[in-house]
């Protein structure tokens, strides 16, 4: 019996979190939670984000299913995600875009990955006021940072049975940075002569997914560019909503979906938890219990395949409820 630590969030994040935890059940993932309330409405209530047990816990189980929080404004605040992936040098983030049956796109095709560094880069957020006209940002890159995302992208090729790995970056003009960022790529790629692998330009990495998205497979690159061409790739599938991801570190590991609270749709029970049932998914895996994951996997895509019980953002009106009934019928 493993025991992860979960988060229970704010806005949908409740009901999207006992749908999944049930499916989880149902699957007999065989699995023990220690579930908090964490965010806005547990700061309102207990005046911190993230209660001391909740760290405690995660400190212990170093598994994290972590469910969306509303960002409070005009607090203070740092985000929380931030504030846990650095506490905890969740360095990685990474997340897969496959198209599904649900959801038709102009890109029926698309299955890539992104490994996103999520520690450095311009995220470090060291800004200056020069003078009245003039702000300095600065954008650290260290051989340690791009060395460990690298290689874990490679791994993760090796071990998914993806035949290629592509460098993002802007070497052309950023000679120094992104300039030994891509060097390092090239020194472990080497170290994988099974794995073949390319480097782009992020400007046309951007117009070429756009053209030929079955062109890519894993990708990898510093933070910025791993934000926003990860959320172009999230376009390509149809949307943030079914997107889920993992941020890992050496020790601690997060899953999460990428969308936020939504707040509007919030306790009417039509909100979607595919991702984070997905990111789900990625824990099992990660814990090392694929078969599971395979069966929720399976059961959701027939699920999105016969489209009689899908949420409203799939243009379906199924509940959340009659969702979650659905994938836990086609459980084999
Ligand atoms: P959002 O992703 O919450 O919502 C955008 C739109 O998508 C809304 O119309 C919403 O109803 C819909 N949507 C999102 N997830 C859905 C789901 N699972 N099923 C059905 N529909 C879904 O983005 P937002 O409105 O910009 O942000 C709301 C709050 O969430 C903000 O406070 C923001 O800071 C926070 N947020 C948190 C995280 C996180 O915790 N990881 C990520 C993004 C945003």
Redesign the pocket.
Known sequence: MTTITVFK?????PE?TDAVLTILDAAHSDMTYEIFNV??AEYEKNGALIPEEAFTSFEKNKVLL????????GKGFR???VTLRNKYDLYANIRPAKANAAVSTPFPNVDIVTFRENTEDLYVGIEKQIDENTVHAIKIITRKASERIIRDAFEYALSHDRHKVTCVHKANILKLSDGMFLSIFKKIAALYPQIESDDKIVDNVCMQLVMHPDSFDVMVMPNLYGDIVSDLTSGLIG???LLPSSNLGTGYAMF??????????AGKH???????LWSSCMLLEYIGKNNIASRIRRAVDEVLSEKRYI???LGGNAS?EQYRDAVISHLK
Do not use: R, W, Y
């Open positions: 969030g704010d806005g949908i994040g999207i965010g806005a972590k469910s969306p929080i509303t960002t409070p404004i985000s929380l995600n949307g943030l909503g999460e979906a990428v969308h936020g609270s939504a707040p509007d749709i039509i909100a979607n938890p595919t991702a984070l949420t409203p953002d959340t």
